[in-house]
């Protein structure tokens, strides 16, 4: 069972950047699917950001423009780079996978937390 490891997360102002890592157990290109949700206390947790393994990219309205997923194949590691933060992006992120891309999310890390404020 492949397992995914977070870090990266912490305390940052409003407006400042932050760059998480999940470093995945076995080849990340073994997996279909990779991405990061959140969850805000109180609220569902939600999609991010997700990357398939043929590098197409989706994002949540609210992080367009501001985040990007990518990763590194020889590192197998996901990342989530965020930028012009804000205090709404408080939450735990999680990185998550769905490995047949079947919308099966069924790989998740531990979270890291991230907190926007001054």
């Known amino acids: 069972q492949v397992q995914l490891v977070e870090s990266g997360g912490g305390l940052v102002q409003p407006g400042g950047s932050l760059r998480l890592s999940c470093i995945v157990s076995g080849r990340i290109l073994d997996l279909s699917v990779t991405g990061w949700y959140r969850q805000a206390p109180g609220k569902q947790r939600e999609m991010v950001a997700t990357l398939t393994v043929g590098e197409r990219t989706m994002y949540a309205d609210s992080v367009k423009g501001r985040f990007t997923i990518d990763r590194d194949n020889y590192k197998n590691t996901l990342y989530l780079q965020m930028n012009m933060l804000k205090p709404e992006d408080t939450a735990v992120y999680f990185c998550?996978?769905?490995?047949?891309?079947?919308?099966?999310?069924?790989?998740w890390g531990q979270g890291t937390q991230v907190t926007v404020a001054s």
């Open positions: 998550a996978a769905d490995p047949n891309g079947t919308h099966r999310w069924n790989v």
